[in-house]
């Protein structure tokens, strides 16, 4: 029984619209055992977990439950099989307590009939949560738990459903390191109770901790399966990194820096992030690496003066900005954002209209719209970025998300902007159409603009930047300069040592 | 009603809510300023006239915790309140005319919620449009005219007592303690707890968001209806403009009472509370001779003030 795997996934392979996201992986995971699953964002560690619960299918590749060969159709059948995911806090009800929310769908009737038998929820949920050792009463509402509470809630909800295999995706993330003990003492009780638990972590120190064996993703293939004694924490690093590099574009020679265009000292927030200091040059772009979730986007919506801000000082240009869009807008600053469609574009107005619109309150003082004006505006921005549309007048949302991109940039090239932020610029966008948007941010640079670029493609920063920032935790870990701008020095600075 | 005090405890409320606050403070006011006021009969006149909107503000809480809302529910009394008239005129059965008006609540509480949840259309615009439909027909069917000349047994539910107390109140206490039952002893509540606060958790338990909100929707229909009844025998007849602006004070009941419109917290006492406000609320301006315009604007402003006092106390 022993070297049956509890649950086994073979030559898992899954596509997305050009992207290989999973080539033939296989995982297996043991009963009382902590798998590790770790890699670099975008290695697959996601993908592979959601056909695992049935969100995903795969394109190609078998399950064996014990042994056995089974099908995962939808999420229901995971459930067969005892798989349970561990979300942050999607499937908990905040109105609701403890209790009522571990046996949610699954209420006891009570002896009067359409009522339900509160004081037996009560009773079975007190000892559900005994079980795992969570010493709580289940009569408190969710609402008034802590992050790390409400995941216990998680996990007694899946054990209460005979749950055998617990995926957790970075469950300390949201934890302080007292919370994130009373998480590891649990993780130990389950495993002593044969629960097996596949545990994604950016941070080495856990997955030198917690884990039995640990398997490493890259590019959506297998890299390796190891135990932890048979590696150390910089071999690790070194298998995580590596990716092929994008031969399509070679990077041309940069002006010298000029002077300095953006200059943030201590700044600090309620998002997430204290005490960052960084510097961006005329004429030059800057990387902002880090984790998902390091709080590089918080840091870039701050400077732009999308969030609040508890201390410091942002400057452009040397004139002090802060917590207001329209006073870095006026000063030339644009953020293109991560999610253009929802954050960048008016995506039901047609392309002219998005190119003018940040650039309404230069171009027309008065308040009032001539359009024969802006359709011309529009237009030189169409040839200068050479954007691939008939017309102007085309809604913006038929275009591909390469020209989308454009349009973006475009706007803010019409509101004359000189400094650009840059948010995963190369997201949803086709490899092809990848290096015009590099060789886009060359040309601004090139004019004498300052970029600060966000990515977590640790590969394009290398590629692209001239120097970079990395975050972790919500502080700068370290700055890279060219010379030292090397895939490999991200990851170190980048995850927990 | 013991079954409150299980409500306070379980409650994230250690606090006085501001709807208590609100009812104590009209209260002092217009006992000090109309004599009329402490007198028993017009406090029970306060409580009798305060059963209609309780019968509607206690599915409206209801639908508010799922982040959903009812403007139909004042327009849909109407039109039960005309057909329950119509039919006993009919038939001179009152019993089937209650039924024509638990009819009407169903028909419309039922159509409310299919098209909210089988056709996505937002609740807003749905219950606007059968709040125009349910007028409209209360004005085809009476050409604009009160329908009068009901037997007198209609009436008597609405002035009779049952053990000393008048039928409206242990009506309005009945539909009280149905709707706790149900929000806090039912699968039903407990989903209706999560169609606001996370449909995700109800999708992963496999249980029908969308049967959910139907139901939902006709619960609000059928106390409709309950409430047409009430109406009807205030009345002792029936007025196609009866019911205009209920929902107004329904939802003004709510929210004075705490209820908020996001993440399914919702508040059943502080409804019953609520209501009363609105119902002391008019009473000491009727006694003040104030006009009823003016007291719908002092209604708003309640709801305001209540909400701005459980506010200031949430920044804390």
């Known amino acids: 029984m022993a070297d049956v795997p509890l649950f086994e996934l073979r030559g898992i392979s899954k596509e997305f619209p050009g992207v290989k996201a999973l080539d033939d992986v296989s995982f297996e995971i043991r009963a009382g055992e902590v798998h590790m699953l770790v890699g670099e964002n975008g290695a697959g560690k996601s993908t592979l977990m959601k056909i695992l619960c049935g969100a995903y299918r795969a394109d190609r590749g078998s399950f064996f439950s014990n042994g056995e060969p089974v099908a995962i159709e ?64 289940p009569h408190e509402p969710v609402h008034r738990l802590g992050v790390a509470q409400q995941q216990m809630v998680e996990i007694a909800k899946a054990l209460s459903q005979d749950a055998r295999i617990l995926v957790m995706d970075e469950p300390t993330a949201a934890l302080s390191d007292r919370e994130t003990e009373l998480l590891f003492a649990m993780i130990a009780r389950l495993k002593a109770k044969g629960v097996a638990i596949i545990y994604i972590s950016h941070r080495l120190s856990e997955v030198f901790a917690l884990g039995d064996r640990i398997t490493v993703l890259r590019d959506g293939r297998k890299i390796a399966s190891l135990l932890p004694k048979e590696t150390t924490p910089d071999q690790l690093v070194t298998l995580m990194v590596g990716r092929p590099v994008d031969t399509t574009y070679t990077r041309p020679q940069r002006p010298t820096p000029g002077a300095v265009v953006l200059d943030v000292k201590n700044l600090s927030g309620p998002s997430g992030f204290s005490d960052i200091n960084l510097t961006v040059r005329a004429g030059e772009i800057v990387g902002l690496s880090g984790l998902v979730g390091s709080g590089r986007s918080e840091v870039a919506r701050a400077i732009f003066g999308a969030d609040r801000v508890t201390a410091g000082e942002i400057r452009l240009f040397g004139e002090p900005i802060g917590e207001s869009i329209e006073a870095s807008t006026r000063g030339g600053m644009a953020l293109i954002p991560e999610n253009r469609k929802t954050q960048g574009l008016a995506l039901s107005r047609s392309v002219g209209d998005n190119i003018v619109l940040a650039g309404l309150r230069k171009m027309f003082p008065t308040g009032i719209f001539v359009p024969r004006r802006a359709l011309k505006a529009a237009r030189a921005v169409i040839d200068k970025l050479r954007i691939a549309t008939p017309t102007p007048r085309r809604p913006v949302a038929t275009l591909s998300g390469g020209n989308q991109q454009k349009v973006v940039i475009g706007k803010w090239l019409n509101a004359e902007a000189r400094f650009f932020i840059f948010d995963e610029p190369t997201r949803g966008i086709d490899v092809g159409a990848k290096s015009e948007i590099f060789r886009l941010l060359d040309g601004l640079v090139h004019n004498g603009a300052a970029v600060l670029m966000i990515s977590s493609e640790q590969i394009e920063i290398v590629h692209i930047c001239d120097r970079a920032y990395v975050m972790r935790s919500g502080r700068i870990a370290g700055e890279l300069a060219h010379h030292e701008l090397t895939e490999a020095n991200i990851v170190r600075l980048g995850i927990h040592q | 009603m013991n079954a409150q005090g299980f409500t306070l405890a379980s409650l994230p409320i250690s606090r006085v809510p501001g709807v208590a606050i609100v009812l104590v403070v009209l209260c002092v006011f217009f006992g000090l300023t109309s004599p009329g006021f402490t007198t028993p009969a017009n406090i029970a006149n306060i409580l009798s006239q305060s059963t209609i ?9 209801v639908i508010i915790m799922t982040e959903g809302l009812d403007l139909s529910i004042g327009a849909v009394l109407t039109f039960a309140s005309i057909m329950l008239a119509v039919t006993v005129l009919a038939t001179g059965s009152v019993t089937l005319a209650f039924l024509a008006a638990l009819a009407v609540g169903l028909c419309f509480g039922l159509g409310n919620g299919v098209l909210i949840a089988a056709f996505d259309i937002p609740p807003f615009i749905t219950t606007l449009g059968t709040l125009g439909i349910a007028q409209g027909l209360s004005l085809l069917v009476t050409d604009g005219q009160s329908v009068v000349g009901i037997p007198p047994s209609i009436e008597h539910i609405y002035s009779g007592t049952v053990a000393g107390i008048p039928w409206p109140i242990v009506i309005a206490a009945l539909a009280y303690l149905v709707t706790y039952v149900l929000l806090h002893h039912t699968r039903f509540g407990t989903y209706v707890f999560a169609l606001g606060g996370n449909r995700e958790a109800l999708r992963v338990a496999s249980i029908s968001v969308r049967g959910m909100l139907v139901r939902v929707y006709a619960f609000g229909g059928v106390m409709a209806g309950f409430a047409a009844l009430l109406m009807t025998a205030r009345l002792n007849s029936a007025h196609p403009t009866a019911g205009i602006g209920m929902e107004f004070d329904a939802i003004a009941a709510v929210a004075v009472g705490g209820t908020s419109f996001e993440r399914g917290n919702g508040w059943l006492l502080g409804t019953l509370l609520g209501v009363i406000a609105l119902g002391v609320l008019r009473d000491g301006l009727n006694l003040l001779a104030v006009p009823s315009s003016t007291q719908v604007a002092c209604i708003g402003a309640l709801v305001i003030i209540a909400l701005f006092i459980d506010g200031l106390r949430s920044q804390r």
Do not use: C, H, W
């Open chain 1, 74 to 137: 939808d999420a229901s059948a995971t459930r067969k099989f005892g798989i349970a995911v561990i979300f942050q806090d999607f499937t908990l009800v905040p109105f609701l307590n403890i209790a009522q929310n571990i046996f949610l769908g699954r209420e006891f009737a009570s002896r009067v009939p359409g009522l339900i038998d509160r004081r037996r929820i009560y009773a079975e949920a007190k000892r559900v949560l005994d079980g795992i050792g969570f010493d709580i009463d």
């Open chain 2, 53 to 61: 909107l309780l019968l509607l503000a206690l599915p409206m809480t």
